[in-house]
């Protein structure tokens, strides 16, 4: 069961142009959503996150919108540069039960910039 | 710079013999998971530590452990690593119910 799903496994984009990246979820008690970056053979990097109280978020390039009521967030990159290409992981956590968090992830969209 | 390292980036094993990834971290978070990712997947936790509190996930295999002997340095032993133990394993840290996780670059295992 995909609590979190990227449904489009890749996307290309040309440099300049805005890509939008897609998550959805389905667990209402997610309050917190984060968009991981990940390069081939390195850890995936925190890019940026939205809390459940806001419906946007802007950092630089990068802004996340969250739709609670459409359980759907979107990143966009604008404008899109070719040292973007790169996995990028929708994850969402829960107020936890116990004392730690735990990510839930989408399985990543890979996206590629073309110059 | 405050960091998660994983030793080594790459390591080769062969079928059915023990080995060890290890993972150390500057950022004295108390919490550091392990995370098994394979291509095409999203990132799986095997297990975490909360302080020197062992959590397993339940449909982690009993041939993965691991030991944390310090705040700094964390450890996955896999006992007798099948084909299908080859992957991506990721380290992470955090603070006690923090958002976000600082990952490791991540060891790349190939099982031959």
């Known amino acids: 069961d995909q609590q979190v799903k990227q449904n489009s496994p890749s996307l290309s984009v040309q440099e300049g142009r805005i890509s939008i990246l897609n998550c959805d979820y389905t667990n209402s008690m997610f309050d917190y959503f984060l968009w991981y970056k990940k390069y081939p053979a390195e850890g995936p990097t925190f890019l940026i996150s939205?809390?459940?109280i806001k419906d946007k978020n802007e950092d630089g390039r990068f802004t996340v919108f969250l739709n609670k009521s459409a359980k759907h967030l979107s990143l966009h990159i604008v404008p899109s540069q070719p040292g973007d290409s790169a996995v990028y992981f929708c994850?969402?956590?829960?107020?936890?039960?116990?004392?730690?968090?735990?990510?839930?992830w989408g399985l990543g969209t890979s996206l590629a910039v073309n110059p | 710079d405050a960091m998660v390292i994983q030793n080594p980036r790459y390591q080769v094993t062969q079928f059915g013999k023990p080995v060890t990834l290890s993972c150390s971290q500057t950022l004295n978070h108390n919490v550091m998971y392990w995370y098994q990712q394979k291509s095409s997947q999203a990132p799986k936790l095997l297990f975490h530590y909360y302080d020197k509190d062992f959590n397993n996930e339940a449909d982690t295999p009993d041939n993965f452990q691991s030991r944390r002997p310090n705040t700094s340095f964390c450890f996955l032993d896999i006992r007798s690593p099948g084909l299908g133990d080859a992957a991506m394993y990721l380290c992470?840290?955090?603070?006690?119910?923090?958002?976000?996780?600082?990952f490791g670059s991540g060891t790349r295992l190939t099982v031959v």
């Open positions: 992470a840290t955090s603070w006690t119910g923090a958002y976000g996780y600082t």
């Open positions: 939205i809390s459940s």
């Open positions: 994850a969402a956590s829960a107020r936890p039960a116990g004392n730690n968090r735990k990510l839930i």
